[in-house]
């Protein structure tokens, strides 16, 4: 496999990363496949820091045709998916846009949400379309780079968890800035990554999310392209940050704060750190344990514990919501996807669940709509 290497900074361009830890043999993909184990690919995983940015990073990424053979799914599953993109909506609804080109907008679930405020003109471009019933907007075909040419009138770019995916968000917003006239707005969610590394979500960074792109480095990349940022939210505690910003050439670059280094590198080393007892906990509570052991998440998460070292032998199956993953095989692991509705009539089971910032969630549906007696190993 032809990987695309790092070299420098994504922020600062420099040349001076520091190596902080290897995952050996991580898994390319993080969906679920019929496929044979043994026509999975697997890569070392190696995250790095900038002593100038303190900015995380992957040094060598996937091709993108590895990484999403198939269309980006996440967002489209859950109550707290649809909320996000409900109040994204109505985020969005507020700054009154008059035509919308959304980059990245997969299922057209955002578009679809919007028309409860307005009907207006609006066009996704996404490589891999996978409309959901009801959306109406025109889908194109293909990425967002230099090459791209759109003749229709807009006003407003959207992007909603696009931007942590960006390989290059420096030259991204290079071309934003280049592709936006003066006075037009660019409105974005993105996850909050800070919160996420400070509570140890695996969902963090990885394959997909190559940059720990927190706050400072979204609000300096703005500035240093000539978007004036006008107002951010967070979507509750552990999830989303919405930015609207508006094109700007009078805005001056800014600095970026000092201590990032590191404060950023202690926060990666604390998420090894918890992880490894974490996996030892788990490990010897589920070989001591009588009680059935399953495992939510047929995504990152387990993909993370299992390069943790997760023992998976007394696992009987992953359970996931999604109908799409369901009888499938989690990509890089022996592990088969099962409904968690078959914790209904078992007794006492007890399901490993670390799943993020939707743990709770997750959790509730469970307990009140499945197994009011499920365990939940944390």
């Not at 997909?208 to 927190?214: A, D, I, N």
């Not at 943790?308 to 199956?317: A, D, K, V």
Request: glycine share 6%; charged share 25%; aromatic share 14%.
């Amino acid at each position: 496999m032809n990987l695309i290497e790092r070299k420098y900074c994504a922020i600062s361009g420099k040349d001076d990363m520091e190596h902080l830890y290897s995952f050996h043999q991580f898994p390319v993909f993080m969906g679920c496949v019929n496929q044979a184990l043994e026509a999975d690919l697997k890569e070392d995983m190696n995250w790095w820091i900038s002593r100038h940015s303190g900015l995380i990073q992957l040094n060598k990424l996937l091709p993108l045709e590895v990484l999403y053979p198939e269309s980006h799914g996440a967002g489209a599953i859950g109550e707290l998916w649809k909320k996000h993109h409900k109040e994204f909506a109505n985020f969005l609804h507020k700054k009154s846009p008059s035509a919308v080109l959304e980059l990245g907008g997969a299922h057209g679930i955002l578009a679809k949400e919007f028309k409860q405020f307005a009907t207006i003109p609006w066009t996704i471009l996404e490589p891999n379309p996978s409309s959901v019933e009801g959306c109406q907007a025109h889908f194109i075909k293909g990425f967002f780079d230099d090459k791209f040419h759109y003749d229709k009138k807009f006003d407003t770019v959207v992007h909603s968890h696009v931007f942590e995916h960006i390989y290059d968000p420096d030259q991204f917003m290079r071309h934003l800035a280049i592709f936006m006239d003066e006075g037009k707005q660019l409105v974005f969610s993105l996850p909050n990554l800070r919160v996420w590394l400070e509570r140890k979500y695996t969902s963090c960074i990885n394959f997909e999310h190559t940059l720990f792109l927190t706050e400072p480095y979204v609000e300096y990349l703005l500035a240093k392209h000539g978007f004036k940022l006008v107002s951010k939210e967070y979507f509750m505690d552990d999830h989303s940050i919405f930015y609207d910003a508006i094109r700007d050439r009078s805005v001056t670059p800014m600095r970026l704060p000092d201590g990032l280094y590191k404060k950023n590198k202690q926060l990666y080393l604390d998420f090894i750190s918890y992880h490894q007892k974490l996996i030892s906990d788990l490990n010897k509570k589920t070989s001591q344990s009588k009680q059935s052991v399953y495992l939510f998440g047929a995504h990152v998460f387990t993909q993370y514990l299992v390069a943790f070292g997760l023992n998976t032998t007394p696992i009987i199956s992953l359970l996931d919501n999604d109908l799409s993953k369901q009888g499938k095989r989690l990509y890089g692991t022996h592990l088969m996807v099962q409904s968690p509705h078959v914790l209904k009539n078992i007794e006492c089971p007890a399901v490993i669940l670390k799943a993020g910032a939707y743990n709770q969630e997750i959790k509730e549906d469970i307990l009140k709509n499945i197994n009011k007696f499920v365990t939940f190993f944390e």
